[in-house]
């Protein structure tokens, strides 16, 4: 049985506050049964939630009395709020120099402000994103009366050294009160905040190698799948204190060697090179935004062509000001992207113009409140990013919208994810092919299938069938994979635990990629799998299985015309053939 936690120590008008605050940390109602790890949880819940409303000395207390015979337990909850706290001062330990300016910049603590333990959560996240620490602690100290009534003296604490006697007097004291030797001094309301950080190296580089299977980045966050897998080297040197400021500098090189097939069937080999280039710079015009400056060099064979002789340069380059708010749960992106590409061909060819030249404007506006952005198990995460380009070898808008979403069934996991694109072009240069000046430049056309879109198709390969023109000017040929102006996507995942190390994993993907301005909601293209995933510190390393299933493909109406033969000829693994795809990647699908 449970019963409502009273406040005490509090007037009437605050009492309601406080109870509002609390909302419904307290879950338990009458005839429900006592767990004594749930009872436990909920203490900090609600001790959590507290802190979160400015009242830092607040204390959740209780007493269980268990009546065996009578088979109930009696809860009693005492929540002490004590006063609405304010940070009083914030020093920073372990930086010199300019540095504790810029740590206290990005933290964006204030003397004066309400003190939330949220906010000190999130001044530790974005200290620590600077990458120049090994480590970052924030901590709140409320201030206390002594025994006569005078406030504690609060010594400058410039160095570790002047802080650590107050630290273990504090802990002194505490020991002392949950021991009962000594009584609890009333809080103040003030609060020292102390940000303790540790210095890292300052220039790090490496030497590796490793294997790439799945998605690459495009643009400020959009990643897409492609039907290649390499083995690379890698080589990197980064600088974290580049021309002082905490600014970062890494350069990085990968020799690539390309397999132009789905992981993991090796028969048409390429060689390649990628060299990237990233500058940030915190507190750029504020404390919480940063200067992003990137460079890319790429040479190899084009991911999304099937001519196996197509080799092309890319070259990339992005300014931009990324800024988080409400303790990064949102984050808001921006700036100014070029991209170029230019074919070099190892044999000769006859072939029309797909080289190009494009700048754009890009934002992306993300919303995460999940639980975990590794593996999540309640919340939803939302996104928007949108392009303006113009001038150059085109003028398009570009949109893709993307909402997921994850409820926890005991122990399982319920995820959704439902995500759009469209894309309007409004002039294409008539040197360009003509599939180009339809679709756009290659990295930025809508396309699908793959292991984090829908897992019944091969990377990039859910659409319209292929189509040869008929050799007017102006009849485009089209690939299987050379993408659309209009995507939709939805999938739904059933996540289970199977013992410590591994996931299973049930899915259904729909989904459709049309070359025309228009949505094909009835084109369904359904597939259904499982798959099983192995935990690692940087996410899942993931293997599905994806089905395309029979009479499935478009409501009410027959399979596109060549569909069928399509599916034979691409799905397959080397060793045998069916009608869906194998994937293997890392990180959950979504």
Same mark, same amino acid.
């Given at each position: 049985?449970?019963?409502?936690? /009273?406040?005490?120590?509090?007037?009437?008008?605050?009492?309601?506050?406080?109870?509002?605050? @609390? &909302?419904? #940390?307290?879950?338990?109602?009458?005839?429900?049964?006592?767990?004594?790890?749930?009872?436990?949880?909920?203490?900090?819940?609600?001790?959590?939630?507290?802190?979160?409303?400015?009242?830092?000395?607040?204390?959740?207390?209780?007493?269980?009395?268990?009546?065996?015979?009578?088979?109930?337990?009696?809860?009693?909850?005492?929540?002490?709020?004590?006063?609405?706290?304010?940070?009083?001062?914030?020093?920073?330990?372990?930086?010199?120099?300019?540095?504790?300016?810029?740590?206290?910049?990005?933290?964006?603590?204030?003397?004066?402000?309400?003190?939330?333990?949220?906010?000190?959560?999130?001044?530790?996240?974005?200290?620590?994103?600077?990458?120049?620490?090994?480590?970052?602690?924030?901590?709140?100290?409320?201030?206390?009366?002594?025994? &006569?009534?005078?406030?504690?003296?609060?010594?400058?604490?410039?160095?570790?050294?002047?802080? #650590?006697?107050?630290?273990?007097?504090?802990? %002194? @004291?505490?020991?002392?009160?949950?021991?009962?030797?000594?009584?609890?001094? /009333?809080?103040?309301?003030?609060?020292?905040?102390?940000?303790?950080?540790?210095?890292?190296?300052?220039?790090?580089?490496?030497?590796?190698? &490793?294997?790439?299977?799945?998605?690459?980045?495009?643009?400020?966050?959009?990643?897409?799948?492609?039907?290649?897998?390499?083995?690379?080297?890698?080589?990197?040197?980064?600088?974290?204190?580049?021309?002082?400021?905490?600014?970062?500098?890494?350069?990085?090189?990968?020799?690539?060697?390309?397999?132009?097939?789905?992981?993991?069937?090796?028969?048409?080999?390429?060689?390649?090179?990628?060299?990237? $280039?990233?500058?940030?710079?915190? %507190?750029?015009?504020?404390?919480?935004?940063?200067?992003?400056?990137?460079?890319?060099?790429?040479?190899?064979?084009?991911?999304?062509?099937?001519?196996?002789?197509?080799?092309?340069?890319?070259?990339?380059?992005?300014?931009?000001?990324?800024?988080? *708010?409400?303790?990064?749960?949102?984050?808001?992106?921006?700036?100014?992207?070029?991209?170029?590409?230019?074919?070099?061909?190892?044999?000769?060819?006859?072939?029309?113009?797909?080289?190009?030249?494009?700048? *754009?404007?890009?934002?992306?506006?993300?919303?995460?409140?999940?639980?975990?952005?590794?593996?999540?198990?309640? &919340?939803?995460?939302?996104?928007?990013?949108?392009?303006?380009?113009?001038?150059?070898?085109?003028?398009?808008?570009?949109?893709?919208?993307?909402?997921?979403?994850?409820?926890?069934?005991?122990?399982?996991?319920?995820?959704?994810?439902?995500?759009?694109?469209?894309?309007?072009? *409004?002039?294409?240069?008539?040197?360009?092919?003509?599939?180009?000046?339809?679709?756009?430049?290659?990295?930025?056309?809508?396309?699908?299938?793959?292991?984090?879109?829908?897992?019944?198709?091969?990377?990039?390969?859910?659409?319209?069938?292929?189509? $040869?023109?008929?050799?007017?000017?102006?009849?485009?040929?089209? %690939? $299987?994979?050379?993408?659309?102006?209009?995507?939709?996507?939805?999938?739904?995942? @059933?996540?289970?635990?199977?013992?410590?190390?591994?996931?299973?994993?049930?899915?259904?993907?729909?989904?459709?990629?049309?070359?025309?301005?228009?949505?094909?909601?009835?084109?369904?293209?359904?597939?259904?799998?499982?798959?099983?995933?192995?935990?690692?510190?940087?996410?899942?390393?993931?293997?599905?299985?994806?089905?395309?299933?029979?009479?499935?493909?478009? $409501?009410?109406?027959?399979?596109?015309?060549?569909?069928?033969?399509?599916?034979?000829?691409?799905?397959?693994?080397?060793?045998?053939? *069916?009608?869906?795809?194998?994937?293997? %990647?890392?990180?959950?699908?979504?």
């Amino acid at each position: 049985r449970g019963q409502r936690a /009273p406040v005490a120590d509090a007037p009437g008008a605050a009492r309601e506050a406080i109870r509002r605050t @609390l &909302g419904d #940390a307290w879950p338990y109602s009458r005839a429900e049964i006592f767990d004594e790890a749930a009872y436990d949880a909920t203490k900090r819940a609600m001790l959590r939630r507290l802190h979160d409303a400015t009242y830092a000395c607040g204390e959740v207390r209780g007493d269980v009395l268990i009546d065996r015979e009578g088979h109930r337990a009696d809860v009693d909850l005492r929540v002490t709020p004590g006063p609405a706290s304010f940070i009083a001062r914030v020093d920073v330990l372990g930086a010199e120099g300019e540095y504790p300016d810029i740590v206290r910049a990005v933290a964006d603590l204030e003397r004066g402000d309400p003190f939330r333990e949220s906010d000190l959560a999130g001044a530790q996240r974005a200290i620590f994103a600077l990458g120049a620490f090994a480590s970052v602690d924030v901590v709140g100290i409320p201030r206390r009366q002594t025994l &006569g009534g005078a406030e504690e003296a609060v010594p400058l604490t410039v160095d570790e050294a002047a802080l #650590a006697p107050r630290l273990d007097s504090l802990e %002194s @004291l505490e020991a002392r009160i949950e021991e009962g030797d000594a009584p609890k001094p /009333p809080c103040t309301g003030e609060v020292d905040v102390v940000i303790r950080v540790r210095r890292g190296r300052r220039v790090r580089y490496g030497l590796g190698g &490793g294997l790439q299977v799945g998605s690459t980045a495009v643009g400020t966050a959009q990643q897409f799948d492609q039907p290649l897998w390499d083995l690379h080297l890698l080589a990197f040197v980064e600088d974290r204190d580049f021309l002082g400021g905490l600014r970062r500098l890494r350069v990085e090189e990968r020799p690539r060697l390309i397999f132009r097939n789905a992981f993991p069937e090796a028969t048409d080999l390429a060689p390649g090179n990628d060299l990237r $280039v990233q500058f940030t710079q915190p %507190s750029f015009l504020e404390a919480r935004t940063f200067l992003l400056i990137g460079g890319r060099y790429d040479l190899g064979p084009d991911p999304n062509e099937l001519d196996e002789a197509l080799f092309r340069h890319l070259v990339d380059f992005s300014l931009g000001l990324r800024r988080s *708010f409400l303790d990064g749960k949102l984050t808001l992106s921006g700036g100014f992207h070029a991209n170029a590409y230019q074919l070099w061909r190892r044999e000769d060819a006859d072939e029309q113009d797909r080289n190009y030249q494009v700048i *754009f404007l890009e934002q992306l506006l993300e919303l995460d409140l999940r639980d975990d952005a590794v593996r999540p198990r309640l &919340g939803l995460y939302a996104s928007a990013e949108l392009h303006e380009a113009a001038f150059l070898s085109f003028d398009y808008v570009r949109f893709i919208p993307d909402v997921r979403g994850y409820v926890p069934l005991g122990p399982l996991v319920l995820a959704a994810r439902f995500r759009l694109g469209l894309y309007r072009i *409004f002039r294409a240069d008539g040197g360009l092919d003509p599939a180009s000046a339809q679709l756009g430049p290659q990295p930025y056309r809508l396309r699908a299938g793959g292991p984090s879109s829908h897992r019944g198709f091969v990377a990039g390969f859910l659409g319209d069938p292929a189509i $040869v023109g008929t050799g007017v000017a102006g009849d485009p040929d089209f %690939s $299987v994979n050379s993408g659309g102006q209009r995507r939709w996507e939805a999938s739904v995942e @059933l996540r289970a635990p199977l013992g410590s190390d591994f996931d299973i994993a049930l899915f259904g993907d729909m989904g459709d990629v049309h070359r025309e301005t228009r949505f094909r909601f009835g084109h369904l293209n359904l597939a259904l799998g499982g798959g099983l995933r192995y935990r690692t510190l940087v996410g899942p390393i993931r293997f599905d299985v994806g089905w395309l299933v029979p009479g499935a493909g478009v $409501v009410g109406g027959q399979p596109r015309s060549g569909a069928e033969g399509r599916r034979a000829a691409l799905f397959r693994n080397g060793i045998f053939r *069916f009608n869906g795809a194998v994937h293997i %990647s890392i990180g959950e699908a979504f």
